[in-house]
């Protein structure tokens, strides 16, 4: 029986990857890095080095009470191995430093039995997956079916587009697992920064027929989706007010309810120093992460958002991720669930 099983984003959760910050750096000063985490500054100006080791120590804290919570719940959690990332490694095209374990949500995709190694957009991401071999070796021999989508090249030439709307180009298939919320059958994949549109066109064509992958173009360029939706169960969908209304709403996503998010709170606690480092957005907090379809971790800072959840008939376990704004991820970035108890439907027309 594989360990590994997970459609969607709300099923009852039994086991997890949680990730590790240490040894966190910044991703290495070239185009790849400028263009998904970086498009509003010269390279010149990228943050380079690694994270302070106040915000890691933080972090871990943070973590390490994010997983005490899902322990005493019964969820098994994994995670991943501490990577030298500030060691060198090259193709004959680049060289270039590694970036973190901290978000396993960016580097590999779970649907069904299939764990899917992505082709990450970032070069210092390019041997990030070695982190997790050990337990990917595991759920290969429990059952699991393991890929690994073709690697990309990432050349320069991949990155030379416009940074007011950055997009690799279609040269190659280039997406972090990010860019995927699943919702059984129906997948959506935001064409962004962090992932073209041949990114898609691959996992469409390697899925098959049963199921659908759904393009979102032309709504946020910014990384990943999963601070502009949250699937918080079947028939309820969390939104991100700043990039999508109820005209620009997916047609497949209008069957369910949809709710909007409230301004971010807490966010003056950042000053000029901090701000200047940052890889998340402001909204990097609506960033929820489901146990089940009626319970669901939200930052504790944000008790707008908290009232809006529970409002709507979802218990909400609020937990402090100080630095999400920092490393770029908040309860769902820093997680990768491994399986889920449900079964793959289809909740759309």
């Known amino acids: 029986m594989s360990k590994v099983w997970s459609c969607n984003e709300w099923d009852p959760l039994e086991e997890i990857i949680v990730g590790n910050p240490l040894r966190a750096r910044f991703p290495t000063r070239d185009k790849s890095t400028q263009l998904a985490e970086f498009p509003?500054?010269?390279?010149?100006?990228?943050?380079?080095?690694?994270?302070?080791?106040?915000?890691?120590?933080?972090t871990e804290e943070d973590l390490n009470g994010?997983?005490?919570?899902?322990?005493?719940?019964?969820?098994?959690?994994?995670r991943p191995e501490t990577w030298p990332h500030e060691e060198k490694f090259s193709t004959i095209n680049w060289e270039s430093e590694g970036y973190y374990n901290y978000c396993p949500r960016d580097v590999m995709l779970v649907i069904g039995d299939q764990i899917i190694e992505t082709p990450n957009v970032i070069r210092s991401?390019?041997?990030?997956?070695?982190?997790y071999r050990e337990m990917m070796v595991e759920y290969l021999k429990s059952g699991a079916k393991w890929y690994s989508a073709p690697k990309p090249m990432l050349l320069d030439s991949l990155f030379d587009v416009d940074?007011?709307?950055?997009?690799?180009?279609?040269?190659?298939?280039?997406?972090?697992?990010?860019?995927v919320l699943r919702f059984g059958e129906d997948l959506i994949y935001l064409v962004s920064a962090t992932g073209n549109e041949l990114g898609g066109q691959w996992l469409q064509t390697m899925l098959g027929d049963k199921f659908r992958v759904h393009f979102l173009k032309d709504v946020y360029y910014g990384s990943h989706i999963d601070s502009t939706f949250v699937a918080l169960r079947p028939g309820l969908l969390?939104?991100?007010?700043?990039?999508i209304n109820d005209d620009t709403l997916p047609e497949l996503l209008k069957q369910w309810d949809v709710i909007y998010s409230p301004e971010m709170e807490n966010t003056e606690r950042y000053d000029d120093d901090y701000l200047a480092k940052c890889i998340g957005s402001n909204w990097i907090d609506m960033n929820a992460f489901s146990i089940s379809p009626n319970l669901v971790v939200v930052d504790a800072?944000?008790?707008?958002?908290?009232?809006?959840?529970?409002?709507?008939?979802?218990?909400?376990?609020?937990?402090?991720?100080?630095?999400?704004k920092m490393l770029g991820g908040g309860f769902h970035c820093t997680t990768l669930d491994i399986r889920r108890a449900g079964k793959l439907e289809r909740y759309f027309d």
Do not use: W
């Open 66 to 78: 994010f997983v005490d919570v899902l322990e005493k719940m019964g969820i098994t959690v994994k």
């Open 238 to 243: 969390l939104c991100n007010p700043s990039r």
């Open 125 to 131: 991401r390019y041997q990030e997956t070695f982190s």
């Open 40 to 58: 509003d500054r010269s390279l010149a100006e990228i943050p380079q080095g690694a994270f302070p080791e106040k915000i890691i120590e933080e």
């Open 163 to 179: 940074l007011a709307k950055p997009t690799p180009k279609n040269h190659e298939p280039a997406f972090d697992a990010a860019n």
């Open 301 to 324: 800072d944000q008790t707008a958002l908290i009232k809006l959840i529970e409002k709507n008939g979802v218990d909400v376990v609020p937990i402090k991720l100080r630095h999400s």
